[in-house]
Structure formats: structure tokens, C-alpha cells
């Protein structure tokens, strides 16, 4: 260092001549631009606000959860752990309160963020609470994802536990059906999977439990095919599964000279039945004994949703677009006419509400049980076609409330996982269905029962070989002799068209073409 002839050094000088520039402050538009910035990417923000060490770290943290996240979902099932949160209830619990403070710590670091930006700018007092504004803005914002995500953890949990049973109480007289959920296929050792399915008109106007549908859903689980059996509420003189109290009960049959043992008063008649008087659910088990005789197959589950929650369920889901083929009454019956209260037009492609759903498939009075059979399985296909994952998501909370309170199903929460996964084999494969209309079983009040077992086991044979089932049967009509008439050829060929129009009611038919 030199000295100058002033006595002073030549370091010295510079330094006078030229001064380190002060910092300006910032002003408002850089103290939003990076509070945004760092509520979309925290951490970032801290560095601008010169918290360096701890905006890294935090962005680090970020990185690493984010990368972790990623390769998680590029080589796990995604499907399969999804299902494992969804359905059990403590890890949704842990998954709501994570979200909770994820929340709440997002919330505070875009305060902290914005409080050191104001630090390192020169504001005025309305700027600061501009500024102050805009975070808690971005605060809501960052608020409303962890509180749907929190939200919707706790209302799928209050399902779980409300419909689904705590312990493992699956049938044990069907060990064939239990999962083996540890496996990775739960399914492998088992052949088929029998599901009661029960549409209930439980209400506050009626005593107890009387059954207005009952389908019988029998699946394969190695490829999901299925065939749906609907079983007439009105069917007289029912057989129990042998060995049951019912069977004890009514040896020939459930059946009384007025009229009034039908297959849906079952489930009444058990509730003070000796026999059934042990068991939890007594009208459920005499009704499943009773479906087990007259179809010979063991019933190993059930599902049952009152008719007023399939109303609230379809309102939820926005609607459902159902083929009208004649015109509806609802309301009133054969005897009263005078008492329906409207129609459902004849029409294609009719956007219904849950209210008319519900009528259209249970409208009956001018049309035969058997269209109306097909008429509630046409609804069951289209509510499974139809589900828009979108309206699901955003009408969830109403849809869990409607099914909270209105279904109860036998299937064990240990065993959920798999049975969603036995639903989504069945959802992309083969369904079929046999209702069992007076054509098939001849009388309603003394039904051919060894008829109805056979073509239960033909239709699941057909099912097993994966063959066609939507079968159309031909009459052959007698070839037109010489002196025949073109009137009466002309009748014959259009006896001919309306047996090959009309389907075979004793073979299983591919949903699809039923609606």
C-alpha cells in the first residue's frame, strides 16, 4: 500500500472516491410478487427476504417429500394403496390430521414469509395492509385443499366404521368366500362369491322390513363374470335351506291358505320365529335361508339400501339418463287407479332425478313384474355406467350421508380392500341376468322350484364357459302349404318376427341388450 503526498494511503482514497451503494428498499409490487411465489413454492420466498439458510432447507424438505412422492407413484400400485387409505379407518384418521397440519404450518409460513419481505421494503401504512391482505388471502387459499382434503378423510371414515362391520363376521358356513387378504390376488382360491342384494322399503309409514327387491348376484372371481338372479317378491310356497329353522318350520314350503306368506314377508315372520330368535338379524338370515332354497345357492353376503337412500344416492350423483319404452304411472295400482299421481313419459335418453329413478323402477301396476324386474336392472347397469367420477367427488359428503344412513352390508371392514377390488373385475366383465318371471317359474303361488335350481346352475354353467348368453330362440312355423292364403302366410311370418323379437326368459341375458 502507498502513501500519497497528502499522508494519505492510496487505499484509503479509493475507498472515499468510491462508496459501497446502499441498498434501495423495495416497494409493494416485489413484497406480493414474492409472497405469491412463496405460497406456491415455500421456501423461495424466505431466500428473497435474505432468510437464506431456512428458505433451503425448506425447499429441500419440499423436494424430497415431492421426489419420494413421485417415485412411489411410478412403481407402487397406485390403485391398491389408494384403496388401503380409503378404506381403513386409521389411516384415514392420520389423514386428516396430517392435512390439518400441513395446513395450518402452510398458512403460518406464508405469514412469516410475508412479514420478512415487508422487512427488507419501505411501505406505508395502507401498503402494509394491502400487503397483509394478500397473505391472508393466500392463507384461505392454501386453507380450503387441507380442509377438503381433512373433510372428506373424516366423512369416508364415518363410513367405513358406520356401514361396515368391525370384526370379521363373513358366513361361516361359506369359508370358500373369505379373502385371503394378505395374498396378492385375495381371490385366487375361491370359485364363486353369492351376494344378496336387498332393496328395502323400510320407513316411517311402514312395520319393519319387507324386501321390494331381491337379486341374487353370483360371481366368478377369477374374471369377474356375473349373473344376476331377480327373485319375485310374491312368490308363494318357499322352500328353506335345509337344516334351517325355516326348513324346521315350514317343511312344504312357507306358505298360508290367505294368501300372505310371500317371499317378502319372510324377513317379518322371522322377528318372532323361535328358531331364528338367537341370531342378530333374524329376518335377514330367514330371508337369505329362503333365497338359498329356492335358487340352491349359499348365500355368503349381503347388501341392502333402503329405497328412499337409492333416491338421495341418485340426486347426489346428478341424475341418471334411463330408456323409457312405454309410458309409467306413478303411484296408485291396478285396483285404484284413480290414485296415480303422474306419469313417466315414454321417451330415450331421459335425464331422471332420484325421485323418478326410483319410480321407474318401481312403477308396476300397468306393466308385468317382469318388465319391471328388467326395469330395476336396467337402473342397477345405468347407476354403474353413469357414475361420473367428478360428481362423485364434489357430491361425496351427500352421497356418504345417503349411504351412511340408509345401507347395511355383512362384508367385514378387514375385508374391503378386496372387495373393491372383486368390483372392479366385475365392472369390465361379463354380466348376465335371469329373472324368474311367470314364464320361467309357471305360478307364483306354486312355482316349479327343481325348474328354478336348474336354470340357476344352467345359467352359471354358461357364465364358468364364458359362451353367449344373450340367447334368442327361433318357434319354427309350419311350412306354408299350397292352398295357404297370403293373409294367413302373411300372419304366420309376423308370429314368426314376434317369437324371434321375444327373448328366451328362461336363459340369462346380457344386461346390456335388456334396456
Same mark, same amino acid.
Given at each position: 500500500?502507498?502513501?500519497?503526498?497528502?499522508?494519505?494511503?492510496?487505499?484509503?482514497?479509493?475507498?472515499?472516491?468510491?462508496?459501497?451503494?446502499?441498498? +434501495?428498499?423495495?416497494? %409493494?409490487?416485489? @413484497? =406480493? #410478487? /414474492?409472497? !405469491?411465489?412463496?405460497?406456491?413454492?415455500? *421456501?423461495?420466498?424466505?431466500?428473497?427476504?435474505?432468510?437464506?439458510?431456512?428458505?433451503?432447507?425448506?425447499?429441500?424438505?419440499?423436494?424430497?417429500?415431492?421426489?419420494?412422492?413421485?417415485?412411489?407413484?411410478?412403481?407402487?400400485?397406485?390403485?391398491?394403496?389408494?384403496?388401503?387409505?380409503?378404506?381403513?379407518?386409521?389411516?384415514?384418521?392420520?389423514?386428516?390430521?396430517?392435512?390439518?397440519?400441513?395446513?395450518?404450518?402452510?398458512?403460518?409460513?406464508?405469514?412469516?414469509?410475508?412479514?420478512?419481505?415487508?422487512?427488507?421494503? +419501505?411501505?406505508?401504512? %395502507?401498503?402494509? @395492509? =394491502? #400487503? /397483509?391482505? !394478500?397473505?391472508?388471502?393466500?392463507?384461505? *387459499?392454501?386453507?380450503?385443499?387441507?380442509?377438503?382434503?381433512?373433510?372428506?378423510?373424516?366423512?369416508?371414515?364415518?363410513?367405513?366404521?358406520?356401514?361396515?362391520?368391525?370384526?370379521?363376521?363373513?358366513?361361516?358356513?361359506?369359508?370358500?368366500?373369505?379373502?385371503?387378504?394378505?395374498?396378492?390376488?385375495?381371490?385366487?382360491?375361491?370359485?364363486?362369491?353369492?351376494?344378496?342384494?336387498?332393496?328395502?322399503?323400510?320407513?316411517?309409514?311402514?312395520?319393519?322390513?319387507?324386501?321390494?327387491?331381491?337379486?341374487?348376484?353370483?360371481? +366368478?372371481?377369477?374374471?369377474?363374470?356375473? @349373473? =344376476?338372479?331377480?327373485?319375485?317378491?310374491?312368490?308363494?310356497?318357499?322352500?328353506?335351506?335345509?337344516?334351517?329353522?325355516?326348513?324346521?318350520?315350514?317343511?312344504?314350503?312357507?306358505?298360508?291358505?290367505?294368501?300372505?306368506?310371500?317371499?317378502?314377508?319372510?324377513?317379518?315372520?322371522?322377528?318372532?320365529?323361535?328358531?331364528?330368535?338367537?341370531?342378530?338379524?333374524?329376518?335377514?338370515?330367514?330371508?337369505?335361508?329362503?333365497?338359498?332354497?329356492?335358487?340352491?345357492?349359499?348365500?355368503?353376503?349381503?347388501?341392502?339400501?333402503?329405497?328412499?337412500?337409492?333416491?338421495?344416492?341418485?340426486?347426489?350423483?346428478?341424475?341418471?339418463?334411463?330408456?323409457?319404452?312405454?309410458?309409467?304411472?306413478?303411484?296408485?295400482?291396478?285396483?285404484?287407479?284413480?290414485?296415480?299421481?303422474?306419469?313417466?313419459?315414454?321417451?330415450?335418453?331421459?335425464?331422471?332425478?332420484?325421485?323418478?329413478?326410483?319410480?321407474?323402477?318401481?312403477?308396476?301396476?300397468?306393466?308385468?313384474?317382469?318388465?319391471?324386474?328388467?326395469?330395476?336392472?336396467?337402473?342397477?347397469?345405468?347407476?354403474?355406467?353413469?357414475?361420473?367420477?367428478?360428481?362423485?367427488?364434489k357430491n361425496f359428503p351427500a352421497i356418504a350421508a345417503a349411504l351412511k344412513s340408509n345401507m347395511?352390508?355383512?362384508?367385514?371392514?378387514?375385508?374391503?380392500?378386496?372387495?373393491?377390488?372383486?368390483?372392479?373385475?366385475?365392472?369390465?366383465?361379463?354380466?348376465?341376468?335371469?329373472?324368474?318371471?311367470?314364464?320361467?317359474?309357471?305360478?307364483?303361488?306354486?312355482?316349479?322350484?327343481?325348474?328354478?335350481?336348474?336354470?340357476?346352475?344352467?345359467?352359471?354353467?354358461?357364465?364358468?364357459?364364458?359362451?353367449?348368453?344373450?340367447?334368442?330362440?327361433?318357434?319354427?312355423?309350419?311350412?306354408?302349404?299350397?292352398?295357404?292364403?297370403?293373409?294367413?302366410?302373411?300372419?304366420?311370418?309376423?308370429?314368426?318376427?314376434?317369437?324371434?323379437?321375444?327373448?328366451?326368459?328362461?336363459?340369462?341375458?346380457?344386461?346390456?341388450?335388456?334396456?
Amino acid at each position: 500500500m502507498s502513501t500519497s503526498p497528502g499522508g494519505k494511503t492510496e487505499g484509503s482514497a479509493q475507498a472515499v472516491t468510491n462508496p459501497i451503494p446502499k441498498v +434501495r428498499p423495495h416497494g %409493494l409490487p416485489w @413484497v =406480493l #410478487s /414474492w409472497t !405469491v411465489v412463496g405460497s406456491v413454492l415455500p *421456501g423461495l420466498g424466505l431466500i428473497a427476504a435474505g432468510r437464506r439458510r431456512t428458505g433451503a432447507v425448506i425447499m429441500g424438505l419440499i423436494t424430497i417429500a415431492l421426489s419420494a412422492f413421485a417415485i412411489w407413484a411410478f412403481t407402487a400400485d397406485i390403485l391398491r394403496s389408494g384403496l388401503s387409505f380409503a378404506l381403513d379407518p386409521q389411516r384415514l384418521l392420520i389423514l386428516a390430521i396430517a392435512a390439518v397440519t400441513a395446513g395450518v404450518l402452510w398458512a403460518l409460513l406464508i405469514l412469516l414469509t410475508n412479514a420478512q419481505l415487508q422487512r427488507r421494503a +419501505r411501505l406505508g401504512t %395502507l401498503q402494509k @395492509v =394491502l #400487503s /397483509w391482505g !394478500v397473505a391472508l388471502g393466500l392463507v384461505v *387459499g392454501a386453507c380450503v385443499p387441507a380442509y377438503a382434503v381433512t373433510e372428506y378423510s373424516l366423512v369416508q371414515r364415518d363410513l367405513v366404521t358406520s356401514v361396515f362391520q368391525d370384526g370379521d363376521d363373513a358366513d361361516k358356513d361359506a369359508e370358500d368366500a373369505t379373502p385371503d387378504t394378505a395374498a396378492d390376488d385375495p381371490w385366487a382360491d375361491t370359485k364363486r362369491i353369492n351376494v344378496l342384494l336387498i332393496g328395502s322399503d323400510a320407513g316411517d309409514t311402514r312395520e319393519g322390513i319387507r324386501p321390494d327387491t331381491l337379486i341374487v348376484a353370483s360371481i +366368478r372371481p377369477e374374471n369377474g363374470n356375473t @349373473v =344376476l338372479f331377480s327373485l319375485p317378491r310374491n312368490l308363494e310356497r318357499v322352500p328353506f335351506k335345509k337344516g334351517s329353522p325355516g326348513a324346521a318350520a315350514w317343511p312344504n314350503g312357507y306358505y298360508c291358505p290367505g294368501g300372505e306368506c310371500l317371499l317378502n314377508a319372510v324377513w317379518t315372520w322371522a322377528l318372532d320365529a323361535e328358531g331364528y330368535a338367537g341370531n342378530a338379524n333374524p329376518g335377514l338370515k330367514a330371508t337369505e335361508d329362503a333365497v338359498t332354497g329356492i335358487t340352491g345357492l349359499e348365500i355368503d353376503t349381503y347388501l341392502m339400501l333402503n329405497l328412499e337412500g337409492f333416491e338421495d344416492f341418485i340426486d347426489a350423483m346428478g341424475g341418471v339418463t334411463l330408456d323409457v319404452h312405454e309410458r309409467l304411472p306413478i303411484g296408485g295400482d291396478s285396483s285404484h287407479p284413480e290414485e296415480t299421481i303422474g306419469y313417466i313419459e315414454a321417451g330415450l335418453n331421459q335425464k331422471m332425478d332420484g325421485w323418478h329413478a326410483l319410480w321407474f323402477a318401481r312403477s308396476r301396476w300397468s306393466t308385468s313384474d317382469y318388465d319391471r324386474m328388467r326395469r330395476q336392472r336396467c337402473v342397477i347397469a345405468a347407476v354403474t355406467e353413469q357414475a361420473n367420477p367428478v360428481n362423485l367427488a364434489k357430491n361425496f359428503p351427500a352421497i356418504a350421508a345417503a349411504l351412511k344412513s340408509n345401507m347395511s352390508t355383512g362384508i367385514p371392514q378387514s375385508q374391503l380392500q378386496a372387495w373393491v377390488e372383486l368390483a372392479t373385475r366385475v365392472q369390465s366383465a361379463k354380466v348376465t341376468s335371469l329373472a324368474f318371471t311367470d314364464d320361467v317359474v309357471a305360478s307364483r303361488s306354486n312355482p316349479d322350484y327343481d325348474l328354478i335350481r336348474k336354470q340357476v346352475r344352467e345359467a352359471i354353467q354358461k357364465s364358468v364357459q364364458d359362451t353367449p348368453t344373450a340367447v334368442s330362440t327361433t318357434t319354427a312355423s309350419p311350412t306354408p302349404s299350397a292352398t295357404e292364403t297370403p293373409k294367413r302366410k302373411k300372419q304366420a311370418q309376423e308370429q314368426e318376427q314376434e317369437a324371434e323379437d321375444e327373448p328366451d326368459s328362461s336363459t340369462a341375458e346380457d344386461v346390456s341388450e335388456l334396456c
